[in-house]
């Protein structure tokens, strides 16, 4: 898994921006300055600014432009590949100079009916934070870019490891809203599935089934760093920011009790659509027992006067077919008031 | 989830009580004050008096006036939030001057048939304590305030932390009240499904399994806050409170027992109902299978005196028929026998 | 549910020993004092004597006798409080001056067919034991007062923390014949179960499983007192009977292992049970089939010769009808041995 | 549970060496001796001689001799009522001079078709190890045997502590055996299942699934015990034979490893064996439906020509009963091709 | 287990080179050399040249030439055991000058349609690193071969503790490959139950379980071995390697994670599968049903006028036969349209 790129070729190549979506941003409490990457090293200037800066990487292909950075920030081998693979489990890693966290971002692909994890990667310094995403389309970070221009806040007054935890919290907050998609699509199949059970609802559970799986496995590493992040010696964390972070890990053990109480009633909706099939399948034999007890003894006493006997007395009485036809009525009532006894009817 | 509310705007205004409702208590060992609110500077009276104060507020639609409480007793940003936020996981936090505890409180709505919980926020500061309550319709204090009125107990005699204590174990002791209803649904529901299982049983079964998933999710967070609260050398609490909270502690564990063990119950309930289910298919197979094997012979037997034949010698004797008749009624006698011995009648 | 009970007003009262039964043993080394107790008085004579005193309280009703002991020894509040109340979970308590342990001893009633707990408390101080039932009628601890009476063994001549060793052991041990109750009733069950499946059965499983659940709530926390008892550094446990009490804890655990593997047995005889009534369907299925498919045949043959065509050249035939009764005679064996080759028969 | 045996009056006592089978041998690194015990003094012979002395006792029915080496060795009385009761979960027990081991063999009874366990004790003191047997007939320590006659190895160039874990050694290596066993067993039912499911295979499952639960229950405390004997520091266990328990260590976590995947597997067996009985169902149901649906409606058009209208014009024409003949054969043959195409035939 | 093999007497010995081949690399920063060994003594050739020597053995069989490295290296006995035992439960194991690592490699034998796996230890000195392997053809170590020839990477510039890594890191790379293949299974099993359930898929199913199964027993002890490389105070890893093996260890909880998923999964195709079973058993009796209902009554009509009474005025109506067919076709059509609006048709 480790391809052992070789950096030091990179470093004084002029490289283009394809690809690629380079988003940088300065701050301070005073101001904030918002930088149009067109060369790579526009990147670089506000990094001797005062304040905090923040690049903002989409796309991950343009792989040169990556090692650049990597190179620049002087990354280590192994977190540069952790950035560029892609389905890696969320984790924390402490480098001399920075911090890594992966994360997985959750989006509900509604083509494909699946649940899909988009990776971030998250690189505290002194005074910046990178973030790396895989694609530009899905912006999480809408809401924290417009509080840096609005200014007169929090996060404009603090270092940059508030910005780090801004940005996760921003990640976390997305997963509220996969449990909300999935807490309403389960209401929706209990009550189709109280209904009338098809069998394309249990299709249904088993995809949400998958799907809260899925969440889950990327939901328990979160955690995890979460708890590091916030109990460990960490230095690079100021007191105050470990307290938003406490916040932060709340809510990924609140999303944890919940994917759990999920899958509890995913599996009561299994019971519940397997009862409703067998519900059906008793209606079905209801009605096939019913016509069956009430025309096998007519069709058989209609038999009965159907034989050619040379001697058969009734058949000659000038009402025996009105009279079989009375009896026949009559066994038809029997049967009728004993199936509505036996609440078959 | 955090808005940046800024608090420092609040300060000078005059501020209305509206939607909401706040009760201040004020009581020593040799007496107690109640106050009615009318204005909100009414609440910061008692707290210059000698002994704890206790203000309620139940409400919390009218953010200006919890702002207006967190201003003035200092409280941090984020306990501000988490107390108006209503959906929390249940926790405990330490600030400086004082310790927030959110709770859940259960309550079982009849309309929706669902358990319903509702967010209670204790703070307790040096000689106060301050409770938020969503809703200002179900008063679990009831029993507190009574108490307080009539003093000459432990209650009065004691610190704020005691009073503490005394608002979380009316919290704790609702959820008992809840697990009986549960309990005594289970076991409602138990006998119906071994007389007669009906599908809507096993809708019950299910909301049930819900409601046991629910209270599951809040109680374990509670068995937690208990067990910081009474072992970590919280300098808050006193050691004869720790003693009472341990008490609570123990209770918290008793119903996490007793959720885990209506759990199991219920699993075994929808085996029970399965088995009803199948139990009915197979009555009604039983009684087509009967009415098919006692009518299918004797149809064709008088079917194969339906038939033309010229020659058929038994059509010709006298009392062919009645032989027939007499056979057939032997064939009816011998079936019933088999079944009977099957046990199938 | 911590009622507040006043004991100061008990201290001087004459109390009246009704709904109680007291018993009284005082022994060491050398011989043993037993006291019938008529006053309240008599319970306190022989703790001034040497050696170690054991008072059995039976019957929790009359509260005074409670209180008022609990006032001659300084219990504290809460440890009373514990004691009345009649369904808390299996705890131990330390005190300034004595150790509480709260115990449940489980009986089966027969009646209800139901497990039901009796909780036992048992009070150790310096040179005593209180054991309080709630009923007089099961002497679980009949063993130990013949033992003390027989004397010349471990226990008269050990301190009273053997005494607490020995009833703890006394109330563990009952413990594994309620589990060879269950044991037996499980072993019973399945030869039923795999003999003829019967839709009591579940319900008896069902019982039994909730029965399990019971057993297995009240053992998890003796163990966990034990494990505190024989651990922790209690300085009332000497070295010697800690010894013992690992003993029982080791027992404990074995009680815990057998309800353990319990619960999966059960699970199993939900699954033969469930099988049982499935192949029971099957059988009546097959004979439905079997039945239909001889004779919806030979109904049809006999239904073609019935049939009014001026036409139809069999039936002129001389020995039509004898042909057709040997086709027909011939399908039936044909069908006979198909069901035979595919194991229907 | 304990017996308060005394061990006093046995001391001077003559024994007989009724139902109990005594074999001693001490061995060093330059030989062995093998003592044939006629009389109980014979077996304490060797412990005077250099080198390890091993005492094996075979039968428990004949207290009177056990009680006798206790008294010998000045075994407390806990550890000789455990190693009389029978029944005990494995454990381990360090007393001054020796440590006590209890341990589980397994074996499989093939006539109840159950397992059964069979207590081993083992007693290590300084210079010797004392086995304790239930019964004579089962020699799993003769390769132990063999290899002491053997010489010129590391177990007669050790001290007690290699005799002890290889003593260990052979008892865990004998749960191997079992596993074996088990494992044939679940491949073979796996065959007979999904050729055809029948009813006795659930119980053979059954059994299986309580065999499982039984090896599981005897191995999970041997495990502890080798923990225990391993990591701790044991003063009585040589570095160098650490590191060989550690070797049976590994060996009971690789059969804890396999009995929970054969759990898995027996579950997975029973939805194998449910899978088939509702396939087999659904080839009855499958048999009756093609059945019913061919013949019932042939049997109505002949039902139809049978009735005798004076006016049926069909009846008259020349060929009118071929036709009719046909027209049912066309039928049949709609009939067959529609099954076909819905794969029933 | 032991076998207590002798590795003194092979000292001398001149061994041939059959049923195993042993490939030599010995490689620094500077260079490799690749040694064909035709003679055994050519392996022991590189270790007093600088760098880094990788031993590795391919094939178990021939014992004599594992023991002559066994002497060279000076092994301990049980290592030795160790690695010629060929299933044993993955472990790390600490010797004075050296570490022994057992793993798994898993394979999927395409014929019994089986996971197997297959024994790969691993023997790591100062300078050198010796890899036993099973079989000869699956060449899992290619990739490293390769990295050595090319140089310049960081392989070559490191300690023998990188080149260990590089195994465990090729090792564990190949269990994703499996996790693919499973994965894929499950995908396409999926699509196919849904499709239409067959009792071979449900085959399937189990045999994924197992697979499932057998390789989570070999990746839990996998993630523990590295642990323990990682976390313990181990100074044959340097700090920089320890970084790497972190990253693996990453690996096997994804791994793991990624298990235990498709566990949960697997469970939920069982529920498809026995769902869709279900669905066919409903349309089969559907079936039975709508052509019983049908043709019942009718056929009963058909019986009525087959009687023979003298007196049945219908009969001689003119159009009595065609009014009949008409009624007849009506009790069709209102049959057709009641199955249309029950959804059955």
């Given at each position: ?36 990457v ?16 923040w ?12 090692k ?70 899905s ?28 940005l ?20 929706n ?6 209904e ?110 159907g ?19 009375g009896?026949m ?11 509505r ?5």
């Open positions: 898994m480790n391809s052992f790129i070789t950096t030091a070729t990179i470093e004084d190549e002029k490289i283009v921006l394809e690809d690629v979506k380079i988003q940088v941003m300065n701050f301070n409490p005073s101001g904030f300055k918002e930088i149009v067109e060369d790579f090293e526009d990147c670089l200037i506000p990094l001797n600014s005062k304040g905090v800066t690049i903002n990487v989409e796309g991950l292909e343009n792989q040169r432009v990556i650049k950075i990597a190179h620049h920030f002087g990354f280590h081998e192994l977190l540069l590949e952790d950035v560029l693979h892609k389905d890696l489990r969320p984790k924390i890693d402490f480098f001399d100079n920075h911090i890594l966290i992966l994360l997985q971002m959750l989006k509900y692909n509604t083509e494909k009916r699946e649940m899909e994890s988009e990776q971030v990667s998250l690189v505290m310094g002194h005074n910046y934070v990178i973030s790396f995403q895989e694609e530009a389309e912006d999480v970070f809408g809401g924290i870019r417009n509080k840096i221009r609005a200014g007169g806040n929090k996060l404009v007054r603090s270092d940059s490891d508030f910005l780090l935890y801004s996760i919290d921003s990640i976390v907050d997305h997963y509220f809203i996969i449990l909300e998609h999935i807490g309403d699509d389960i209401e199949l209990e009550e189709k599935v109280i009338n059970a098809q069998s394309e609802h249990l299709q249904k559970i088993y995809e949400m089934k998958r799907d809260v799986i899925f969440t889950r496995r990327s939901v328990y590493p979160l955690r995890e760093i979460l708890a590091i992040l916030e109990r460990e010696e960490v230095h690079q964390i100021t007191k105050e920011t470990r307290r938003y972070l406490r916040d932060v890990y709340d809510h990924t053990i609140q999303i944890m009790d919940a994917v759990e109480s999920m899958r509890d009633v995913i599996s009561g909706l299994v019971d519940l659509y397997m009862s409703g099939v067998s519900n059906r399948m008793n209606t079905v034999m209801k009605t096939l027992t019913i016509i069956s007890t009430i025309f096998m003894p007519l069709t058989f006493v209609a038999g009965i006067y034989m050619n006997f040379d001697n058969m007395p009734e058949l000659h009485y000038h009402y025996g077919y009105f009279w079989v036809l009896g009525a009559i066994i038809l009532v029997i049967m009728v008031f004993f199936f006894k036996k609440g078959w009817l």
